[in-house]
């Protein structure tokens, strides 16, 4: 079974910066795609950003040109460097890779969440 384990988050200043660490463990064979998504309170859960192993990336509008997502296939490990952070940019945050692990059997995996607080 593959595990996801996220680091990182916190309370930061409107203005400011984190980046968010995510790694995998298991018997990976190969992952497709990693990705990170925020929950609000009262909100649903959105995307905020992926990658896919071709290195192609998407992210959500309120996110464009302050947030940057990488990812490193051979240490299974994703990060999320978020800048000019805002406070409605406060959330949980959880990891989420898919991919094919022994046995070729395909895994879609979450993390357990690490919450950002934006606030002055």
């Known amino acids: 079974q593959v595990q996801l384990v996220e680091s990182g988050g916190g309370l930061v200043q409107p203005g400011g910066s984190l980046r968010l660490s995510c790694a995998a463990s298991?018997?990976?064979?190969?992952?497709?795609?990693m990705a990170w998504y925020r929950q609000a309170p009262g909100k649903q859960r959105e995307l905020v950003a992926r990658?896919?192993?071709?290195?192609?990336?998407n992210y959500a509008d309120s996110v464009k040109g302050r947030f940057t997502i990488y990812g490193d296939n051979a240490k299974n490990t994703t990060n999320l460097q978020m800048n000019n952070l805002k406070p409605e940019d406060t959330a949980v945050y959880y990891c989420n890779m898919d991919g094919v692990e022994l046995g070729l059997k395909t895994f879609g995996s979450w993390g357990q969440g690490t919450q950002v607080t934006v606030s002055s």
């Open positions: 990658i896919v192993n071709t290195g192609y990336t």
């Open positions: 298991g018997s990976i064979l190969r992952i497709y795609a």
